[in-house]
């Protein structure tokens, strides 16, 4: 099956700062990606829409300036928590799309943000 | 409201046991339904579902659907300690825009 890597897997980082995940599809262009997130026990709520070349559709309640979304490319998504805090610890995964109806979501592997 | 809900939300049986998970929804018109297992990373794709009455089978794994009764389950035969995950069952509704409405999830525990 088709490939999407995610980078970092692990990152620490203190509050205030911010961080940046990248969402790599390998073997195919992915005409859109969606990034979740994941609380302990819980499934996974998505947070964007993600279209190359055009700004992300955020879900209901998800704030697009804490969560800024570039899709700059085919194979290219970037998720920066901007101004982290402790309660945005959580697990972050991407998801990427070919295009055509019946294509399946591909997963990462996930991105563990904890904010200390 | 579209929802997916997935039954039992936990379970732990013993090497060699059957296990069925249960997923029912309430979308009308969706385009597929799937079935993933999630370990500590991100889930990996088991099935996709569009045809009532069809099952799909891979290994042990097999999944149905019945699009009648707004269901679909998975079955597990002679488990195995690796198959304990979470698994979990999307929906992809009508509209084109590729967004999943998943359910809660279904935590698999199996002791050897």
């Known amino acids: 099956g088709a490939v999407v890597s995610q980078h970092p897997s692990w990152v620490i980082c203190k509050s205030g700062t911010s961080v940046k995940i990248e969402c790599r599809s390998l073997d195919f262009q992915a005409t859109t990606m969606f990034w979740y997130r994941q609380f302990p026990k819980q499934s996974l709520m998505l947070m964007a829409t993600?279209?190359?070349?055009?700004?992300?559709?955020?879900e209901q309640g998800v704030e697009k300036d804490k969560f800024l979304i570039n899709h700059a490319s085919l194979t290219l998504s970037t998720l920066t928590v901007t101004s982290a805090h402790p309660e945005d610890s959580s697990f972050y995964i991407c998801s990427a799309k070919a295009g055509g109806p019946q294509e399946t979501q591909y997963f990462g592997p996930g991105t563990r943000l904890l904010v200390l | 409201e579209d929802k997916v809900v997935q039954s039992p939300l936990s379970l732990v049986v013993h090497e060699g046991d059957t296990v069925t998970l249960n997923c029912s929804y309430e979308v009308t018109n969706f385009r597929s339904l799937l079935w993933y297992k999630q370990e500590k990373k991100a889930p990996t794709f088991l099935f996709m579902l569009?045809?009532?009455?069809i099952e799909k089978k891979s290994g042990r794994l097999s999944s149905i659907l019945d699009k009648k009764e707004l269901f679909s389950i998975l079955n597990i035969t002679a488990t195995q300690t690796g198959d304990s995950a979470i698994y979990l069952c999307?929906?992809?509704?009508?509209?084109?825009?590729?967004?999943?409405?998943f359910g809660q999830g279904t935590t698999l525990q199996v002791k050897p």
């Open positions: 993600s279209n190359e070349g055009s700004k992300a559709t955020y």
């Open positions: 999307a929906v992809d509704p009508p509209g084109n825009t590729g967004k999943l409405i």
């Open positions: 569009t045809s009532s009455g």
